[in-house]
C-alpha cells in the first residue's frame, strides 16, 4: 500500500511558477508509475501528467506540455511537479496518485493523496 502526501500549492500571479511535491511512504515506490490531476470548481477531475516507474518516460496533458514538468526521486520517494507560466485556467486542487501502470484516466490509479491547492491570480 501506498500513502501519498502533496505540499507546496499556494496562491500565485499568472505567469508565475509552483514545484509541487508528493511524499511517498512504503517501499515499494519505484514500483508504481505516478500521475498529477487535477479538479477545478464545478469541473470533473483531470489528467496533467504522469511519469514511468524509472522515471524515463512521462507523458502530459495538452495543456501541461511546454509548461509542466513531472519528475520523480526513487530513492527518497518523492515525486514532482513544476509548473510555469501560470494562469488563471491552472486554478485547481492538484492531487498526485499512483498506479501499477502509467495512464492518463483516473480510474488506472489506486492510490491518492488529499490534494494541494493552486491558486493563480489573473
Known amino acids: 500500500q501506498v500513502q501519498l502526501v502533496e505540499s507546496g500549492g499556494g496562491l500565485v500571479q499568472a505567469g508565475g511558477s509552483l514545484r509541487l511535491s508528493c511524499a511517498a511512504s512504503?517501499?515499494?515506490?519505484?514500483?508504481?508509475?505516478m500521475g498529477w490531476f487535477r479538479q477545478a470548481p464545478g469541473k470533473e477531475r483531470e489528467f496533467v501528467a504522469a511519469i514511468s516507474r524509472s522515471g524515463g518516460w512521462t507523458v502530459y496533458a495538452d495543456s501541461a506540455k511546454g509548461r509542466f514538468t513531472i519528475s520523480r526521486d526513487n530513492a527518497n520517494n518523492m515525486v514532482y511537479l513544476q509548473m510555469n507560466s501560470l494562469n488563471a485556467e491552472d486554478t485547481a486542487l492538484y492531487y498526485c496518485?499512483?498506479?501499477?501502470?502509467?495512464?492518463?484516466?483516473?480510474?488506472?490509479?489506486?492510490?491518492w493523496g488529499q490534494g494541494t491547492q493552486v491558486t493563480v491570480s489573473s
Open positions: 496518485a499512483a498506479s501499477k501502470s502509467v495512464g492518463v484516466t483516473s480510474l488506472m490509479y489506486d492510490y
Open positions: 512504503g517501499r515499494t515506490f519505484s514500483s508504481y508509475a
